[in-house]
């Protein structure tokens, strides 16, 4: 097999051991090819190399499709906890509207109304209703009820998009306060810039960044680490510019139902997928 | 024609070899036998107390040494396994008298 032609049985068991522990929760056809993709990814390193991927894949995390409906639950849990109104209006987070692409915030947005959501709060007195958009009278009617605009997602990152999104309803007339944002997960950066703009954010799970794993480490054992990442990101040619920590420099270690590219390149951006833990396939 | 690597006992016989001899495993893959394939069959063999893993350090157990001697009789592997693992992607099956190859 190309480029997998350098592991060892004691390597080759520490990441079966990593991945037990990590993914075996997943169904086998999903396994079978991320473990793959994975072995492949190790077996075009050399063994010092090998070592450092899995030390990376020990804070990787990963939410398919089938974690989605329980991390909403646990947010909806949250928001029932903290919000003084059961009235919301729930609207998928769309940073650039003149795209009109599908986005998996209107995915998030419809997974509120499956039975799984329902069958949790039976007796709830919700006033859930799902938009894309407002027309005027219904913007009247937000800003002047006990009612919220949430706006939803599965990951924010940085935060710079939900901003982006929060800015257009704002210029259609909606009061700020009445804007929230729910995530099911979301990385740090993204939590303070929403926070620090006073927007009230519910999420299911934080994520950690390499920056937050490796806090703890010395200076030089830090800057080893990102050195053999950006070594490896180099040799598996992740990108011609140079890039290796995500978007905004960004460095999350996740995966959900697509990767975002706020995570490490090395994890979806590598010229050959069939080593690239979780390609971006456009 | 059935492929001799979809007999569990060459399966075992490869990975317990490989296990003792601290090799590559990539010796073990071909086209129908994935890193996904050797990790399920890894498991399986632990499942089974064929190998033991102490922290990472994987070994054969007593019951796995005599069951790769088993194998290794039963293959008729001769003395030259003992040298050389085989490689998996150039295990073929014997071609019969009455077989037409076609290439």
Known sequence: ?282 | MKNKLSNIDWINYGVLRVIDSNANVSILLSENFSYFNLMKTLNRLKNNALLRDYSGVLELTDHGKDELIKLERKLEMGNVSKLVIPDFKYIIDKIDIDDVYLP
């Open chain 1, 1 to 282: 097999m190309k480029n997998s032609n350098n592991l060892n049985i004691k390597i080759f068991n520490q990441l079966t051991q990593l991945f037990m522990d990590k993914f075996s929760n997943l169904p086998e056809n999903i396994a079978e090819k991320l473990f793959n993709r994975i072995s492949n990814l190790l077996g075009s390193l050399d063994i010092k190399e090998q070592i450092t991927i899995l030390q990376l894949f020990e804070k990787v995390e990963y939410f398919s499709i089938l974690d989605y409906e329980m991390l909403l639950v646990d947010v909806i849990k949250k928001m029932l906890l903290v919000l003084d109104t059961k009235n919301i209006i729930f609207t998928p987070l769309i940073s650039q509207r003149v795209q009109r692409e599908v986005k998996s915030s209107m995915l998030v947005t419809y997974l509120f109304k499956s039975n799984v959501i329902k069958y949790e709060f039976p007796n709830s007195s919700f006033q859930f209703s799902y938009k894309t958009d407002l027309i005027e009278r219904e913007i009247i009617n937000l800003n002047n009820k006990n009612k919220k605009l949430a706006i939803v997602d599965d990951f924010i990152g940085t935060g710079h998009s939900a901003l982006e999104a929060a800015r257009y309803f704002i210029d259609q007339g909606v009061k700020k306060e009445k804007i929230i944002f729910v995530s099911l997960v979301t990385l740090t950066e993204g939590e303070t810039i929403l926070q620090n703009h006073n927007y009230q954010y519910f999420y299911a799970k934080k994520s950690l960044t390499l920056k937050e794993h490796t806090h703890d480490l010395t200076e030089d054992q830090k800057n080893q680490f990102y050195n053999d990442i950006k070594i490896i990101s180099e040799k598996i040619k992740v990108n011609n510019k140079g890039e290796f920590l995500g978007y905004h420099e960004s460095e999350a270690l996740i995966s959900m139902i697509r990767t975002p590219n706020n995570s490490l390149n090395i994890l979806w951006e590598g010229v050959n997928s069939e080593n690239t833990p979780f390609p971006r396939i456009k």
